[in-house]
């Protein structure tokens, strides 16, 4: 059964840097496509940024210049480098990745900036 599992949440204060990294676990296949996506509570789940297998990125207005994603194909691995963290960061955030067509979801991990 294939599994994304998320790391590397945690508490940080505004201004300061997490990265959060994602392993598509119990597959062969390498996922065409990774991302993050976060929710906050009473919001819905938001798209951050995405990667394809070639290298190509992706990401909402809101992140660019701070959040950097990459990918690490033969480990079936996605990272997101957040800098620069604002209180409003504060979220479960997700990875989400596209193998054989279908989406898969991470349980997600809690990322709290403090102000």
């Known amino acids: 059964q294939v599994q994304l599992v998320e790391s590397g949440g945690g508490l940080v204060q505004a201004g300061g840097s997490l990265r959060l990294s994602c392993v598509a676990s119990?597959?062969?296949?390498?996922?065409?496509?990774m991302g993050w996506y976060r929710q906050a509570p009473g919001n819905e789940r938001e798209f951050l940024a995405s990667?394809?297998?070639?290298?190509?990125?992706n990401y909402v207005d809101s992140v660019k210049g701070r959040f950097t994603i990459s990918r690490d194909n033969a480990k079936k691995m996605v990272y997101l480098q957040m800098n620069s963290l604002k209180p409003e960061d504060t979220a479960v955030y997700y990875c989400?990745?596209?193998?054989?067509?279908?989406?898969?979801w991470g349980q997600g991990t809690q990322v709290t900036v403090s102000s």
């Open positions: 989400n990745a596209l193998l054989g067509g279908l989406p898969l």
């Open positions: 119990g597959s062969i296949f390498r996922p065409s496509v």
């Open positions: 990667m394809t297998s070639g290298g190509s990125a």
